[in-house]
């Protein structure tokens, strides 16, 4: 297997939260240190790209394996992000994942990583879970690196205009667990990730 290693990508203005996603509280700590967690369980490096590293818990800034970089272009969004993790990175394989994921597990990711794995040809393998495609759950190859350095070079910043260009492997129905892949990025969405921990934690679902 080629070793692979996993980029969380913390570098966004979370103005629809109205405060900075990964640092939310979330079971022990916050969204971004119990992530950085789960992609330790699972045996990756981790990359975390973030335009304001000052402000990270100093759990992640400290745990071995861990690396922090700002982003090539800030305010260029996820573009960015998959371009400067490329070119920080070695790895012929990234995992990468959008901080909001509260949700998402080290055996989850192992399922990704195993699909993709099993595929040919390809340059992404992208969650898509009840219909809805996840750019931000997926694993890309470095094959697509050219793609992504000529939209950034471009100024096309929307991601599904690149992925367009690339050969896109989608999840099959039922891989991954929907909650998974459920992205909080309003207050609402935060409420209603706090309501579905309570109910794993009391055994209510």
């Known amino acids: 297997m080629q070793k692979m290693s996993a980029v969380i990508l913390a570098g966004g203005n ?14 022990e700590g916050t969204f971004l240190t119990e992530l950085v967690r789960e992609v330790r369980r699972g045996g990756m490096d981790c990359l975390v790209i973030s335009n304001y590293p000052e402000r990270l818990p100093a759990e992640v800034k400290q745990q071995p394996g861990v690396r922090i970089t700002t982003d090539l272009v800030p305010s260029a ?10 070119r920080v990175c070695q790895d012929e394989m990234l995992l990468v994942l ?33 219909g809805r495609l996840h750019p931000l759950c997926a694993v890309y190859h470095r094959s697509s690196q050219m793609y ?17 260009k690339l050969r896109l492997c989608k999840t099959p129905d039922g891989l991954l667990d929907s909650w998974a892949v459920f992205n909080a990025n309003t207050p609402e969405e935060y409420e209603l990730a706090q309501n579905e921990e309570k109910k794993r934690k009391t055994g209510e679902r």
Do not use: Y
């Open 98 to 130: 959008s901080c909001d994921l509260p949700f998402m597990d080290h055996k989850q990711m192992e399922k990704l990583i195993a699909h993709a794995l099993e595929q040919t040809e390809w340059d992404v393998v992208a969650a898509q879970v009840d």
């Open 14 to 27: 979370s103005s629809r939260m109205g405060t900075p996603k990964e640092l939310l509280t979330w079971r």
């Open 148 to 164: 992504w350095e000529q939209a950034l070079q471009n100024n096309e910043l929307r991601l599904m205009a690149t992925l367009d």
């Open 77 to 86: 969004g996820p573009v960015s992000g998959i371009v400067t993790a490329f």
